[in-house]
């Protein structure tokens, strides 16, 4: 079985951070029992080449928005004409001897990808964590990933930990 190297980062918020999107862009949260659909092929497109992460079923999903972290304002979608074009999900750790809070999921459709607007998304979720009290985030984050890298790297985040994820391998039945 192959395996993936996941890195876990860690940046301080210290300052409100200064972000924009184009007028057409819309920012809501996610509202269950009317997103799912929608985020799911936003998700699927922003990460075809995820070995994981792209083929999140809708079960998976639920569980989730089912678990007691979940809280639909920690949910960020950007919307182009109704259609979910990115997102940022943080997570509150509050099960933790000393809660943090997480960048859990972050993401653009292929269109918008390289275009610059990945800091403006990673600014508003940073935001979103100073916003709820945190003077600091975390994010995991697939070590072979260098756009990724390159632009957590610009916000602060700093290589904390590295853990070996095995991959489970796709069975195609014809």
Excluded: C
């Excluded at 057409?24 to 009317?34: P, T």
């Excluded at 809708?58 to 004409?81: A, G, T, V």
């Excluded at 653009?108 to 275009?115: A, S, V």
């Amino acid at each position: 079985m192959d395996s993936r190297e996941i890195w876990l980062m860690r940046t301080e918020l210290n300052s409100q951070l200064t972000y924009s999107f184009p007028d057409s862009f819309e920012i809501s949260n996610f509202q269950v029992g009317k997103d799912e659909t929608g985020w799911l092929t936003a998700n699927a497109s922003a990460f075809a080449e995820h070995p994981e992460q792209g083929d999140m079923s809708l079960e998976q999903l639920h569980e989730n928005l089912n678990s007691f972290w979940f809280d639909p304002k920690d949910f960020l979608l950007i919307r182009e004409s109704n259609k979910i074009i990115g997102f940022v999900w943080v997570k509150i750790h509050i099960e933790r001897p000393v809660p943090d809070a997480e960048i859990f999921i972050i993401g653009l459709i292929k269109e918008f990808q390289g275009k610059g607007l990945g800091g403006s998304l990673l600014s508003m979720g940073l935001n979103h964590i100073r916003k709820k009290g945190f003077n600091e985030a975390i994010i995991y984050v697939d070590a072979p990933n260098k756009p990724a890298l390159t632009t957590y790297q610009k916000f602060g985040f700093k290589h904390i930990s590295t853990q070996h994820v095995s991959i489970k391998k796709k069975l195609h039945h014809e």
